[in-house]
């Protein structure tokens, strides 16, 4: 049973389209990342939040932390065919300290 | 700065046969973490150390496997006697002195594939 349940499992847009990736939990977190990993390669950190409600911005991605710190969402803005790759929410929780990952979310941008 | 390293990048051993992987974290860093990646499963922790110390080895299998982050040189993730479903990617991220579990940095991975 994962920690942090992502959807969709997969996501296939056309470029210049908009797309959200949901990160769930029943537990409460302490700090919340969003990275990117692409084919052979390791997973990037994009960004990490920690207050609850919080909202980041990194160009055409918005990142959002949940009020009770229990979830958050990634909205992509006019996807590119460069954002294409595997979306991981991992987070540490309050209980824990250990640092658990979602199973990601495959995106696609067709050109 | 070079980031986390690691080698080799991909492995191919026998069923039997021991497989060592190894981590050189970033400049500075302290902190190591090993993590295991299979298809449509995200990654799963395994082990953290800091220098010639084992923090946390809750995620690692109990028999074959075993890690260390020796003083001097890189951290050695060392698999004994692999069997087909050791095949993975292994990846291993670093965090700077300070709050554990704090922002983790990833290397490349090292795809092992027992045959």
């Known amino acids: 049973t994962q920690l942090l349940e992502q959807s969709p499992q997969f996501l296939s847009i056309q470029e210049g389209e908009n797309l959200t990736v949901y990160c769930n939990s029943s537990?409460?977190?302490?700090?919340l990342q969003w990275y990117r990993q692409e084919p052979g390669e390791g997973p990037v950190l994009l960004v990490t939040v920690v207050t609850g409600g919080e909202v980041k911005k990194l160009k055409r991605l918005t990142f959002q932390f949940g009020d009770a710190r229990k979830d958050s969402s990634l909205h992509i803005t006019a996807a590119q065919p460069g954002d294409t790759g595997l979306y991981l929410c991992?987070?540490?929780?309050?209980?824990?300290?250990?640092?658990?990952f979602g199973a990601g979310t495959t995106v696609t941008v067709r050109a | 700065n070079a980031g986390v390293m690691q080698n080799p990048r991909h492995l191919v051993r026998r069923r039997g046969q021991e497989a060592r992987l190894r981590c050189s974290p970033m400049?500075?860093?302290?902190?190591v973490y090993w993590y295991r990646q299979l298809p449509e499963e995200g990654l799963k922790f395994m082990v953290y150390l800091q220098k010639e110390n084992i923090i946390d080895e809750s995620g690692m299998p109990k028999e074959r496997f075993s890690a260390e982050f020796p003083k001097e040189g890189p951290s050695i993730l060392r698999i004994q006697q692999v069997v087909r479903g050791d095949s993975a990617a292994y990846f291993c991220?670093?965090?700077?002195?300070?709050?554990?579990?704090?922002?983790?940095?990833f290397g490349p991975g090292t795809r092992l594939t027992v045959l």
């Open positions: 400049k500075g860093h302290s902190h």
């Open positions: 991992a987070g540490v929780s309050s209980n824990d300290y250990k640092l658990s």
């Open positions: 537990s409460v977190f302490s700090s």
């Open positions: 991220a670093s965090s700077p002195p300070g709050t554990p579990w704090s922002e983790q940095f």
